[in-house]
């Protein structure tokens, strides 16, 4: 029926694309990769899941087959089925054992228009949940179940986190299929849900809790608006001709057809003109240079390298100034430490010549000392040998005789003179 209505419709260009994901024990596989042919699940490709900073989910390896009409689609979902894993079990003969999402992918475009409207149809197939101690499986058939039940509990936690209004954080990444339909749950989406019951007594368990999640699905609501882009293609096919037009029109007001660089000649005349503006001292004075950005664009260009020059060689005298003060004040320093040492130096050499005077001094006094001894024992000496010769005259050794031998001094005498 979509495809139909797309088909139809012929005021617009559509584009459908479409892809098969199947989640079997958390692991995803492309079941319409088109170089691998019908086989086991294992030898089907990986799809890994991507997020970019924008919180966007991408898909790798999940290729995109392109549905030009409604058989398209139906071969490829043929297509898909037969790679899907089925297993007997004791409620299902033909039990899927994983949970698959087909998904169309559909843009339109009107005619020479760049804006571009894209949207996405996820069909989900969700595996039935399974009581076990019910169905009495074991081996690989139990931990199938296991995992189907854990993503379908995962996607409950989603649902009713999204059911509720004051909820801050919902758990997307807690399994693989949440992560996927991320867009499709609480995004720009509308969601819906159809769900299948068994009429049997025995199953009456599950067709209640079937029904308790489908109307949790049915509180979930969304604002859906519509994804309108720009094409980035025609974007730019659409400037160059406007570009090319606003040339061509520039250059009927002008007169001149522009190049798209400025001849030497002119850039020549530019500097000149430049130059005369800056030594020109009135402030009223203007730069003329005509209407043209090319001729605008190279003069501020060309005075801010000029700025720039000044600036650097301001820059270069100021650092040359810092390292004159700084040699200036080096050698001030080292003068005022050559300073101190010639001053400590005089201080020793006042010092050592007090000292030599000192002991010059001690030593004079010390001469005159020795002199002055020398003069006094000089005249002991002659003052002796006065005295001796006063005593050793002939009238005091008369008298010695005469007073020593007084009977005999008439005899002693030649004997005095005779000494003498």
């Given at each position: 029926?979509?495809?139909?209505?797309?088909?139809?419709?012929s005021?617009?260009?559509?584009?459908?694309?479409?892809?098969?994901?199947?989640?079997?024990?958390?692991?995803?596989?492309?079941?319409?990769?088109?170089?691998?042919?019908?086989?086991?699940?294992?030898?089907?490709?990986?799809?890994?899941?991507?997020?970019?900073?924008?919180?966007?989910?991408?898909?790798?390896?999940?290729?995109?087959?392109?549905?030009?009409?409604?058989?398209?689609?139906?071969?490829?979902?043929?297509?898909?089925?037969?790679?899907?894993?089925?297993?007997?079990?004791?409620?299902?003969?033909?039990?899927?054992?994983?949970?698959?999402?087909?998904?169309?992918?559909?843009?339109?475009?009107?005619?020479?228009s760049?804006?571009?409207?894209?949207?996405?149809?996820?069909?989900?197939?969700?595996?039935?949940?399974?009581?076990?101690?019910?169905?009495?499986?074991?081996g690989?058939?139990?931990?199938?179940?296991?995992?189907?039940?854990?993503?379908?509990?995962?996607?409950?936690?989603?649902?009713?986190?999204?059911?509720?209004?004051n909820?801050?954080?919902?758990?997307?990444?807690?399994s693989?299929?949440?992560s996927?339909?991320?867009d499709?749950?609480?995004?720009?989406?509308?969601?819906?849900?159809?769900?299948t019951?068994?009429?049997?007594?025995?199953?009456?368990?599950?067709?209640?809790?079937?029904?308790?999640?489908?109307?949790?699905?049915?509180?979930?609501?969304?604002?859906?608006?519509?994804?309108?882009?720009i094409?980035?293609?025609?974007?730019?096919?659409?400037?160059?001709?406007?570009?090319?037009?606003?040339?061509?029109?520039?250059?009927l007001?002008?007169?001149?057809?522009?190049?798209?660089?400025?001849?030497?000649?002119?850039?020549?005349?530019?500097?000149e003109?430049?130059?005369?503006?800056?030594?020109?001292?009135?402030?009223?004075?203007?730069?003329?240079v005509?209407?043209?950005?090319r001729?605008?664009k190279?003069?501020?260009?060309?005075?801010?390298?000029l700025?720039n020059?000044?600036?650097?060689?301001?820059?270069k005298?100021?650092?040359?100034?810092?390292?004159?003060?700084?040699?200036?004040?080096?050698?001030?320093?080292?003068?005022?430490?050559?300073?101190?040492?010639?001053?400590?130096?005089?201080?020793?050499?006042?010092?050592?010549?007090?000292?030599l005077?000192?002991?010059?001094?001690?030593?004079?006094?010390?001469?005159?000392?020795?002199?002055?001894?020398?003069?006094?024992?000089?005249?002991?000496?002659?003052?002796?040998?006065?005295n001796?010769?006063?005593?050793?005259s002939?009238?005091?050794?008369?008298?010695?005789?005469?007073?020593k031998?007084?009977?005999?001094?008439?005899?002693?005498?030649?004997?005095?003179?005779?000494?003498?």
């Amino acid at each position: 029926y979509f495809l139909s209505l797309v088909i139809q419709d012929s005021s617009k260009v559509y584009t459908t694309h479409v892809s098969y994901l199947e989640i079997y024990n958390e692991c995803g596989y492309d079941l319409l990769d088109p170089r691998h042919k019908p086989s086991r699940l294992e030898d089907l490709p990986k799809v890994t899941i991507m997020e970019d900073p924008d919180q966007n989910i991408h898909l790798k390896n999940l290729s995109l087959q392109q549905a030009t009409s409604e058989e398209d689609a139906l071969n490829l979902l043929f297509f898909g089925d037969t790679n899907r894993v089925i297993a007997e079990t004791p409620m299902n003969q033909a039990s899927t054992r994983s949970h698959c999402i087909f998904t169309i992918h559909i843009s339109s475009k009107e005619p020479g228009s760049a804006t571009i409207r894209r949207s996405k149809l996820h069909l989900v197939d969700l595996a039935g949940s399974e009581r076990v101690a019910k169905t009495g499986v074991g081996g690989h058939l139990l931990t199938e179940a296991k995992y189907i039940n854990l993503s379908l509990h995962y996607l409950e936690q989603v649902i009713i986190a999204l059911a509720e209004t004051n909820r801050s954080h919902i758990p997307y990444r807690n399994s693989m299929m949440t992560s996927v339909l991320r867009d499709s749950l609480g995004g720009n989406c509308m969601t819906a849900m159809i769900a299948t019951l068994s009429i049997d007594k025995r199953n009456i368990d599950e067709s209640i809790s079937t029904c308790r999640f489908a109307q949790r699905v049915a509180l979930i609501k969304n604002e859906a608006v519509l994804n309108e882009e720009i094409d980035p293609r025609l974007m730019i096919v659409q400037l160059k001709k406007e570009i090319q037009e606003l040339k061509d029109e520039l250059a009927l007001l002008t007169g001149k057809e522009r190049m798209s660089e400025l001849s030497q000649d002119e850039l020549h005349q530019l500097d000149e003109l430049i130059e005369t503006f800056l030594k020109d001292n009135d402030p009223y004075s203007t730069l003329e240079v005509g209407a043209d950005m090319r001729k605008i664009k190279y003069c501020f260009s060309h005075m801010k390298q000029l700025m720039n020059h000044s600036r650097s060689s301001d820059k270069k005298l100021f650092s040359q100034h810092i390292s004159e003060e700084k040699d200036i004040n080096k050698e001030a320093e080292e003068l005022k430490k050559l300073k101190e040492i010639l001053q400590q130096r005089d201080n020793e050499i006042n010092i050592l010549v007090n000292m030599l005077k000192t002991e010059k001094k001690k030593a004079r006094d010390a001469l005159l000392q020795l002199n002055a001894a020398s003069t006094d024992s000089t005249v002991l000496e002659q003052s002796l040998s006065t005295n001796l010769e006063d005593s050793w005259s002939p009238s005091s050794c008369s008298r010695l005789e005469e007073a020593k031998y007084p009977s005999s001094s008439a005899h002693r005498l030649p004997f005095c003179s005779k000494q003498r």
